[in-house]
T-cell receptor, first 114, second 113 residues
Framework: KNQVEQSPQSLIILEGKNCTLQ??????????LRWYKQDTGRGPVSLTIMTFSENTKSNGRYTATLDADTKQSSLHITASQLSDSASYIC?????????????FGRGTQLTVWP | DAGVIQSPRHEVTEMGQEVTLRCKPISGHDYLFWYRQTMMRGLELLIYFNNNVPIDDSGMPEDRFSAKMPNASFSTLKIQPSEPRDSAVYFCASSFRGSGGYTFGSGTRLTVV
């Protein structure tokens, strides 16, 4: 069964600290993996998208890694800010285009305290 | 560009009433998606269109739900009759050539009482 599991479900950290969010998937065949940030009351915003051949991609203080062999991805946030408080959603696609099926994780709720 | 525009932002309706949610995708985008988000199930894809044609509606929960895209700049998601379990946030998203970078709207929070 194709699934995407994220951990932890929720996380609280202090401003300035680093954190790492995890995403494990069983989707096959794999096409790409995306990380989205969703602020409360807003739609998800894309952070990164990685294909099979990519194992690291950065977007400012956000760095995503992908291990296609173990079917694991992580999102590392460096020097966290209050504005990083949001839900982070991992999405895996099983085809090379939007014609493929998307599988969504339930998200990790990150709270950054001052 | 104003991004993907959804209306209304909030909708409260009584059980049994018809509800229509609206979406204006980003100009030039040829894919449009409707999603539903709940605490219990997270984000779920309901239906998507390519060049105004419905491609996959397997996520539509039942016949009470219908979606149309009469032209490249407008889509509707209709629920008739609405039920309390339809309460959720409904998102519209669009993309260009399935490039992988979806742009989501701000969502419509639907409450059915």
């Amino acid at each position: 069964k194709n699934q995407v599991e994220q951990s932890p479900q929720s996380l609280i950290i202090l401003e300035g600290k680093n954190c790492t969010l995890q995403c494990n998937y069983t989707v096959s065949p794999f096409s790409n993996l995306r990380w989205y940030k969703q602020d409360t009351g807003r739609g998800p915003v894309s952070l990164t998208i990685m294909t099979f051949s990519e194992n690291t991609k950065s977007n400012g203080r956000y760095t995503a890694t992908l291990d296609a062999d173990t079917k694991q991805s992580s999102l590392h946030i460096t020097a966290s800010q209050l504005s990083d408080s949001a839900s982070y959603i991992c999405v895996v696609s099983d085809r090379g285009s939007t014609l493929g099926r998307l599988y969504f994780g339930r998200g990790t709720q990150l709270t950054v305290w001052p | 560009d104003a991004g993907v525009i959804q209306s209304p932002r909030h909708e409260v309706t009584e059980m049994g009433q018809e509800v229509t949610l609206r979406c204006k995708p980003i100009s030039g985008h040829d894919y449009l998606f409707w999603y539903r988000q709940t605490m219990m199930r997270g984000l779920e894809l309901l239906i998507y269109f390519n060049n105004n044609v419905p491609i996959d509606d397997s996520g539509m929960p039942e016949d009470r739900f219908s979606a149309k895209m009469p032209n490249a700049s407008f889509s509707t998601l209709k629920i008739q009759p609405s039920e309390p379990r339809d309460s959720a946030v409904y998102f519209c998203a669009s993309s260009f050539r399935g490039s992988g970078g979806y742009t989501f709207g701000s969502g419509t929070r639907l409450t059915v009482v």
